[in-house]
């Protein structure tokens, strides 16, 4: 293997992996291979390399950060210098421009192919129009024919008979319009033909299997062009592309119902015009953003508690003396836990994305997307608020937490349980939930889990969950920001968790969206956890591998550290599988283990078994729900039967209400929880209020 030259050289600061722990300098090296990678010292081991063919560059005017997203990692260094900042991009921009140059050979290549195939397509739909405008001609001149031969019928007869001509041959009249395609092979054959002479019988036959050569035809045409539209490369499907084959590729012209219609060259053209409608996108090479300066680009500021653990624990007391529920209201929420069937599929399918993701993302790389207005079609059938219930999903996990005596088991299962917060997120890349409403709540009776919206901006979710022995309750809130090529999915909140006398806290490491404008999305989560037992001081470090271009993916490792800071134990597994402890080098103890997917859910949005339950109405919710509720919003509803423009007009209405309400000073404030330090804490009352069916309290609905 031939030895790569180095293309430029030297030391820049690059940002740590882990949140605040700021810059560290670096010694990068680029190759002409545009490989890009760095070490702790020049000639040391390479501690970690990605590749520019597959980066997005994002810059700031007027600053020396550099942004690098690849396919598999993101980079954010800062010069020491601006002839440094100067001398990086400069040695960027070669590739950036080899790139540039790739990319205008694709779109030109394509194009080519675009132009040529139009004009043979067009050729052979006018053909294939004339075919079928005679075969329609032929049809009508057999049906007079045969009209003309058949011996007239008594009147009684052709009272019964009705209309037998047209239900004969009324699906084979011509359109009235002028460009509509004959309908040719819609007939059923178990319609009865009328009586004809046995002279016109033969005819009749011979131009059966004339119209079935005709329809053989026109799908051969059709599967040519779908596969002349897959041979193109790196063009990424679209949402036209998609509802293509059910109206133009795969089902038969003439079995397209005639409100629908259209000629058959105007869908060749619709068809081939959709092939290159996205090679804006297409990834042949490293791009260059330029990324507008603001407050949004400086480091996120702490939001670790400055408490100390006999503080904290007061709260935590103060807390739980107002949340304690008495006995009849246990009983009377767990009637709600009598069995009942929850439903295994949504009313309706993902609709098709409309619109390009691409085109609202290019303009705002760097900055917070929780402000950019989205259409519906870019949320799931959920709000943030149901989101969170799905971190809590696997609550047994607590259960045997708090069931178990040895300290390094219980926070083994605790840690298992803060992974498995991440496992329906496998498949849940296209899509964001709705943005719940200030106020808005909604319940889990499973887990006696509530979850309010408790600010508008930044925006902050607070839940509780509980079960016998311990309590749950959790801030979350973050940031967003685009780098080009991926989203970071940024935390802030805290999760706090009380276990009989002992808490545990902890806080979640960043996530990306790859992928985000070619190629299959996917979700990657990067960075290290740490969960401590603030009253014993055990901790477990959980480490979220980067993925690789080789080897596993989603791969998560722990160690478990007593008092001392001794690693006692070790954990291993995925965060879309199961975690296992270590016993021994050859005996593991599965802790969790992910239940499965159901076998369309990527058709329902990518949704777990249990996602598909969260906004469902079932009998034991009808008429306990607060008016605040997200099962009632009717956007969302909308939006998980396929009423899409509806959804729309209702996402409108909902947030024009709520601005409204600001406006005039009568913005609703959190119910539930309250602000203690820098995290919300659940204060109590809810199903206390919910077992008296809402008649003293007033509880205002939202939309």
Known sequence: MP???????????KKRRKKMQGFARRYFTLYDSGLLSYAFEPGQPVRDQIILHDAAISTALGRKDIHIDSNTATFHIRCLSTDDFNSWMAAFRKFIAVGMEARRTASLRVAS??????????????????MG????????????????????????LLRKQGHSKESMFGLFKRPQHHHSAPDVAAESHDTPRPSIPDSLQNVVTRFDVLKAQYTALVKIMQESISESAQQIPSLPVTAEEEEAPQSTYDTPLASTPPTIRKSFRDSITTTSDSIVEWFDAVDEGPQEFILETGPEMSEPPSRLLSASPDETSSIDTDIEEAVEPSLPLRESIASDAYPIIR??????????????LFAVLKKNVGKDLSTIAFPVTFNEPLTMLQRCAEEVEY?????????????????????AFAISGYAHTRHRSGRKGFNPMLAETFEDVRMRFIAEKVRHNPLEIAYHAEGKDWKLNATSSGRTKFWGKSL????????????GAETYVWKKPSSFMRNLMVGTKYFEHVGKMTIENV?????????????GYWGPTNVVSGTVHDPDGNVVSHLEGKWDDQISQMLDESHFHVLWKMTPFPKNSPDYYGFTSYGLTLNELTSNLVGKLPPTDSRLRPDVRALENGEVDLAEEEKLRVERMQRDRRSKGQERQPRWFKEVGDEWHYVGGYWEARSRGWKQEAVSPLW
């Open 535 to 547: 009253t014993t001081q055990f901790r477990c470090v959980v480490d979220f591998k980067q993925n």
């Open 395 to 415: 609550y047994q996990l607590l259960d045997e937490a708090a069931k178990s005596s040895d300290p390094i088991a219980r926070i083994s299962y605790v840690a």
């Open 488 to 499: 970071e999915i940024i935390p802030l909140g805290t999760n706090r968790l009380k276990i």
């Open 343 to 356: 439903r295994t599929q949504l009313p309706c399918p993902a609709p098709a994305d409309e619109g390009s």
């Open 3 to 13: 030895a790569q030259l180095v293309v430029h050289e030297g030391w820049v600061l």
């Open 133 to 156: 405008n005679s075969v329609v001609e032929l049809e009508s001149a057999i049906s007079a024919l045969s009209t003309d031969l058949t011996p007239p019928k008594p009147p009684s």
């Open 113 to 130: 192919r675009k132009a040529s195939l139009n004009l043979n397509l067009n050729r052979t739909g006018t053909l294939l129009e004339e």
